[in-house]
């Protein structure tokens, strides 16, 4: 059996069927990342980040997780803004 050996710029790349779709993947995965270190910087538990961040601490779990597919960026910009975060996009040439 041969074996198969593409090479991907990024996981992101290598696991969507669009390059669209690495693109919003990548850029949710990039603000859950930054959303999860303000809160560990902050030393809160999942209780209380859940609270400040309105919602529950299961999801909060997930987010901490790094589950990426269970937010958007539409929740994660919501997150940030609890959290007095301001969230911008910036457009690069690819």
């Keep these: 059996m041969k074996k198969r050996s593409d090479t991907y710029a990024s996981v992101w790349d ?4 669009t390059p669209e779709q690495a693109a919003n993947l990548r850029a949710r995965a990039e603000r859950m ?6 809160i560990q910087a902050e030393g809160w538990k999942q209780v209380e980040a859940a609270e ?3 919602v529950t601490q299961p999801r909060m779990n997930d987010l901490l ?3 990426v597919s ?3 960026l539409d ?3 919501n997150i940030a ?14």
């Design 14 to 17: 290598a696991i969507a069927d």
């Design 33 to 38: 990342q930054r959303i999860a270190e303000l």
């Design 52 to 54: 400040r961040c309105g």
């Design 65 to 67: 997780r790094g589950r």
């Design 70 to 72: 269970r937010f958007s």
């Design 75 to 77: 929740a994660r910009a």
């Design 81 to 94: 803004s609890a959290l007095g975060r301001r969230v911008s996009f910036d457009l690069e040439t690819a």
